[in-house]
């Protein structure tokens, strides 16, 4: 008898699942979204780290790049376009993600967090390295461009999430003082690893570092390095042959021992260019992608002793 029931009973116990769950969906719009924590979209990993560190578990955090995926050239798609339309705060960096840019511009309203917004950032053609009065423009960015990779500064990181914690103050007022408080614990780790960079880098046999796309100008301009990257500001931009030669150039005329290749990115190219000069590879992260391992503070140490080894520094 009780086994006869059975499929009886399961079936009405499934019904009342289906009809709780969608229930649970319409009342607040969007599947997961968890009524006492504030719904945060960030654009890409460095933006993740920095709202999951200062939101602690007051903040549901979705990150809109898959892992190990390039975000540059992110695209979402239409549920993704969704839950820009639904979060109730978007942190995103104009200009390093069209994509982003064009679904906060249709569909966040004043939702958004803009990080480029918070400190001027640096001229596209500051980034990379230039010899005083001497062969101008390769691979020139469009005028005016600025160069997104502000995250590997971690001074400046620092300051983003001081505004960010103002910013989810005002979405949920009630934990405004922990979002402060996290934000400071935040920006004494990161001006612990200022610190760790400024000492670990300040005294190295060379301070030129040839990297697989130009994504170090923050770092560089801290830590009084110089970039030469082999492609421009965006990952996927293939190097002409012609760009390939003054990148080996540049590395033997600076005897670089080490061609950085990034984890996210082919390493076919700094292969190439490493084996004409006679130097090694070695993978510099600039973390645009979520580390295998660890967080964004532990990826960075590792690209200070990658640096520290391919500079010689002392
Ligand atoms: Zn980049
Ligand atoms: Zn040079």
Not at 215 to 230: K, M, N, P, S
Not at 270 to 282: L, M, N
Request: hydrophobic residues 40%; contains cysteine; negative net charge.
């Amino acid at each position: 008898m009780t086994v006869r029931s059975t499929p009886r009973a399961l079936a009405a116990v499934v019904a009342l699942l289906t009809l709780g769950g969608v229930a649970g969906c319409s009342a607040d719009g969007s599947t997961g979204a968890d009524p006492k924590r504030v719904d945060v979209v960030a654009a890409f990993y460095p933006l993740q780290f920095l709202a999951e560190r200062i939101g602690g578990d007051a903040v549901k955090v979705t990150n809109l790049a898959k892992p190990g995926a390039e975000p540059h050239d992110l695209e979402l798609n239409p549920g993704q376009v969704g839950q820009v339309s639904e979060a109730e705060l978007i942190v995103y960096l104009k200009g390093f993600q069209p994509a982003v840019d064009d679904a906060v511009d249709q569909n966040a309203g004043d939702r958004a967090f803009d990080v480029a917004s918070v400190q001027p950032l640096l001229d596209a053609a500051a980034a990379g390295h230039q010899h005083e009065g001497g062969e101008a423009g390769h691979e020139e960015e469009p005028t005016g461009g600025k160069d997104p990779h502000v995250w590997l500064d971690p001074t400046r990181l620092a300051t983003i999430g001081d505004r960010l914690a103002e910013r989810l103050g005002k979405a949920d007022p009630d934990r405004a003082a922990d979002f402060t408080a996290r934000a400071r614990a935040l920006r004494a780790d990161l001006e612990k690893l200022d610190t760790e960079y400024a000492q670990g880098l300040q005294t190295c046999q060379r301070r030129e570092m040839v990297t697989s796309h130009t994504a170090f100008g923050y770092l560089a301009a801290r830590y009084r390095l110089e970039q030469v990257g082999i492609t421009g500001l965006t990952p996927e931009a293939e190097p002409s042959p012609q760009r390939l030669a003054e990148v080996a150039k540049e590395a033997r005329e600076h005897g670089a021992t080490t061609i950085f290749f990034e984890t996210l990115v082919s390493p076919k190219v700094a292969e190439t260019i490493a084996r004409e000069v006679g130097a090694k590879t070695a993978v510099l992260d600039p973390i645009e992608g979520a580390p295998a391992a660890g967080d964004y503070l532990s990826a960075m140490r590792a690209d200070l002793q990658t640096l520290r080894t391919a500079l010689d520094c002392s």
